[in-house]
Nanobody, 126 residues
Framework: QVQLVESGGGLVQAGGSLRLSCAAS??????????MGWFRQAPGKEREFVAG????????RYADSVKGRFTISRDNAKNTLYLQMSSLSPDDTAVYYC?????????????????WGQGTQVTVSS
């Protein structure tokens, strides 16, 4: 069982940066044994994959739309997942969710993830 709480969202101007955090509290299986992902959902759109990271943090995967602008990382000692976002555009406006997956590979499919946070709103103004 994993409980996830996102923070760091807010309102930012286009071209700006934000860093999202996701604090995890795990029972039974430790945080470091979960693949972690960031997803986002804009109004009227389906939830989409943003980035994922392996157990150790050694492997990452990004959606094409954020490659080169977003960086996913994790600190297993602090049970925390991060998403550093830069060069933000209004198209990045969405609710951002972190998610945990018990598998060993990074999936881009929301249904593959077992636990979800409540989300944090990111709004980018033009």
């Amino acid at each position: 069982q994993v409980q996830l709480v996102e923070s760091g969202g807010g309102l930012v101007q286009a071209g700006g940066s934000l860093r999202l955090s996701c604090a995890a509290s795990a029972s039974g299986r430790t945080f470091s044994n979960y693949v972690m992902g960031w997803f986002r959902q804009a109004p009227g759109k389906e939830r989409e994959f943003v980035a994922g990271i392996s157990w150790s943090g050694g492997t990452t995967r990004y959606a094409d739309s954020v490659k080169g602008r977003f960086t996913i990382s994790r600190d297993n000692a602090k049970n925390t997942l991060y998403l550093q976002m830069s060069s933000l555009s209004p198209d990045d406006t969405a609710v951002y969710y972190c998610a945990a997956d018990r598998s060993t590979w990074i999936s881009s499919i929301p249904g593959s993830y077992d636990y979800w946070g409540q989300g944090t709103q990111v709004t980018v103004s033009s």
